[in-house]
C-alpha cells in the first residue's frame, strides 16, 4: 500500500487525484489532505478516504473542520504552518496542486522527504524552478510533471537523449477570443473571458487561457524542467486540444502524444509511473474526429508569450516577478479596475519597473528572495493599474 498525500485536494487536480485514488481504495494510505474555504467538501473528502489529517490554510476555519470531522477520528490542523507540517509528513507520493505561489514551501517540504512529488503547480517551476530541482537533486527525490502538456513532453522523452531534443511544441487551445477580431480585444467583458469554448475550468485559469498567461507560464515550466533554450520552445494554437506537446529530433522526427483533454491521464501516469496502468479516460476515435487544425499564435492578440520569452532570457527572479505581476493583473481585471488587453500592459510595466529598479538581479534563487519578488512585483503592478486610474 502507498502512502499519499494530496496538497490542494479541493481544487480541480485534486479532485480528479482523489478520483483515480478512490478507484483503488486498497492500494493506498492517504496521509494528509489540504485545502482552503471549502470546509465541508475537505471533510467529506477526508472522511471517504480515511485521511488521517485534514488541514485547511485559513486557522479562522479550524473550528469548522474540527467540528464536522467531530468522531471520525481524524486529525484536524489550520494555518500554513500546518500545511507545510502535512506536506512534511512520511508519504510515498504527494501530489502538489496548490493554487499559486503558496504551493511553492509545501512542495520543497515534501521534496525534503525524499519522495515523488507530482507537480500541477506551475509557479513553483516559474518561480523557482532552480530552488526546487535543485531540492529535489539533493534529497534524492523525484519531480513528476502533472500539466498535460509537461506530461507530455516527458512521456515523448522517455528512451530519448535530451541532447538530441531540437525543440519542443506544446499546444494552446486559443481560449475564449482566438477568433475573435483585434480590435474587438479591449472590448472584452469578464464575462465573457470567463466562459472557454472548450471546457469548464475555474475562473482564474480559464481568463489566463483567454489572455495565453497560462500558456506563458507553461513555456517558462518547459525551460525550467526540461533545461532547454527559449528558442527551443514554440506555441501552437490548437483549437481541439487533443495533441498536448509535440518533441522534435535532430533527426527531424516529430513525436506528438494525442489524448483526451482530461486531467486525469496526466495524473494517473504521476500516480503509476514508472508503470501504465489502465485509466478510465476517453479512447479517441480518430476517424469519428476527422480534422485537428494548427495555427502560429499571434503575438498581438497575445503578448503575454512574448513576455515570458523575455522572462526566461532575464532569468533571476523574473518568473517570480512576472507570476505575481500577473496575479495582480488579474485580480485587477476580475473586480473591474481595468480591461481586458490592459493586463499585459500592467505586467510589463510591473517588470519593466523591477529591472530599473534592479529588483530582477539574483545569483541565487532563494525562498526568501522570491517571495519578495513576488511581493514587490505586486506591488508595481499595483502602482500600475492606479496610474491607468
Not at 496538497?7 to 482523489?18: H, K, M, P, R, V
Request: aromatic share 6%.
Amino acid at each position: 500500500m502507498r502512502a499519499v498525500t494530496v496538497l490542494g485536494s479541493t481544487g480541480s487536480i485534486g479532485e480528479n487525484t482523489l478520483d483515480l485514488i478512490g478507484r483503488d481504495a486498497g492500494g493506498y494510505d492517504v496521509v494528509a489532505l489540504t485545502g482552503g474555504r471549502n470546509i465541508a467538501r475537505l471533510a467529506e473528502q477526508a472522511v471517504t478516504h480515511n485521511a488521517s489529517v485534514a488541514v485547511t490554510a485559513f486557522p479562522e476555519l479550524y473550528q469548522d473542520l474540527k467540528t464536522r470531522l467531530s468522531g471520525t477520528g481524524i486529525e484536524v490542523a489550520a494555518g500554513p504552518e500546518a500545511v507545510l507540517q502535512a506536506a512534511e509528513r512520511p508519504a510515498d507520493w504527494v501530489m502538489s496542486g496548490i493554487i499559486g505561489v503558496a504551493g511553492l514551501a509545501p512542495g520543497l517540504k515534501a521534496l525534503e522527504q525524499g519522495k515523488t512529488l507530482a507537480l500541477a503547480n506551475k509557479e513553483s517551476l516559474v518561480c523557482a524552478g532552480p530552488l526546487l530541482l535543485g531540492a529535489a537533486r539533493d534529497h534524492g527525490a523525484t519531480v513528476l510533471p502533472v500539466d498535460s502538456e509537461h506530461s507530455a513532453v516527458f512521456q515523448a522523452l522517455i528512451g530519448e537523449d535530451i541532447a538530441a531534443v531540437e525543440r519542443i511544441v506544446i499546444t494552446a487551445s486559443g481560449g475564449a477570443f482566438r477568433d475573435w477580431p483585434l480590435d474587438r480585444l479591449a472590448e472584452a467583458t469578464l464575462e465573457q473571458a470567463s466562459s472557454h469554448p472548450n471546457w469548464e475550468m475555474g475562473q482564474r485559469i480559464t481568463i489566463d487561457s483567454a489572455s495565453m498567461f497560462n500558456k506563458a507560464m507553461e513555456v517558462i515550466e518547459t525551460k525550467e524542467f526540461f533545461s532547454v533554450a527559449p528558442d527551443q520552445i514554440e506555441v501552437l494554437v490548437h483549437p481541439e486540444s487533443l495533441i498536448h506537446a509535440l518533441v522534435g529530433f535532430n533527426d527531424g522526427a516529430l513525436m506528438a502524444h494525442v489524448g483526451p483533454p482530461d486531467m486525469r491521464h496526466a495524473i494517473g501516469f504521476a500516480l503509476n509511473w514508472p508503470e501504465r496502468r489502465t485509466l478510465p479516460v476517453e479512447r479517441l476515435d480518430l476517424a469519428a474526429i476527422g480534422t485537428l487544425n494548427f495555427a502560429a499564435p499571434d503575438a498581438r492578440r497575445w503578448p503575454a508569450l512574448r513576455l515570458a520569452t523575455w522572462v526566461m532570457e532575464h532569468g533571476g527572479l523574473a518568473g517570480a516577478a512576472f507570476n505575481g505581476a500577473k496575479e495582480q493583473a488579474l485580480d485587477a481585471f476580475i473586480s473591474k479596475q481595468i480591461g481586458f488587453t490592459q493586463m499585459a500592459q500592467i505586467v510589463e510595466a510591473a517588470l519593466e519597473a523591477m529591472e530599473a529598479d534592479n529588483s530582477l538581479a539574483s545569483t541565487e534563487i532563494r525562498l526568501d528572495n522570491v517571495t519578495q519578488a513576488d511581493q514587490t512585483a505586486r506591488e508595481r503592478a499595483r502602482a500600475a493599474i492606479a496610474a491607468l486610474n
